[in-house]
Nanobody, 122 residues
Framework: QVLLVESGGGLVQAGDSLTLSCASS????????MAWFRQAPGKEREFVAR????????TYTDSVKGRFTISRDNAEKMVYLQMNSLKSEDTAVYYC???????????????WGQGTQVTVAS
């Protein structure tokens, strides 16, 4: 069974830091492009960050550049999202996703986690 399980969410204050983790099982992790998405209440799910198979390339949405860092550990089959200088607008459910494509569009991610809630109090 292919699974992605996120953890690390919680309630923090604006300006705080938080690190999300995503554990994978049942897939050949090193062959997957991994990404984080988020969905705020009443909004569409949006792309946050992406990391290539061997961590050679990362991509971020503009609103998190300089504040968030995506990383991966292929040996442990984990992907992380380090979030610094959190803002109230970062409040959302954060999802981990995997794709076999090297530069996937959102619809090309074929495996999703259940999400973890991040709430940033202002």
């Amino acid at each position: 069974q292919v699974l992605l399980v996120e953890s690390g969410g919680g309630l923090v204050q604006a300006g705080d830091s938080l690190t999300l983790s995503c554990a994978s099982s049942g897939l050949v992790f090193s062959t997957k492009t991994m990404a984080w998405f988020r969905q705020a209440p009443g909004k569409e799910r949006e792309f946050v960050a992406r990391i290539s198979r061997i961590a050679a390339a990362t991509t971020y949405t503009d609103s998190v550049k300089g504040r968030f860092t995506i990383s991966r550990d292929n040996a442990e089959k984990m992907v992380y999202l380090q979030m610094n200088s959190l803002k109230s607008e970062d409040t959302a459910v954060y999802y981990c996703a995997a794709s076999t494509w090297p530069e996937p569009r959102a619809e090309q991610y074929d495996t999703w986690g259940q999400g973890t809630q991040v709430t940033v109090a202002s």
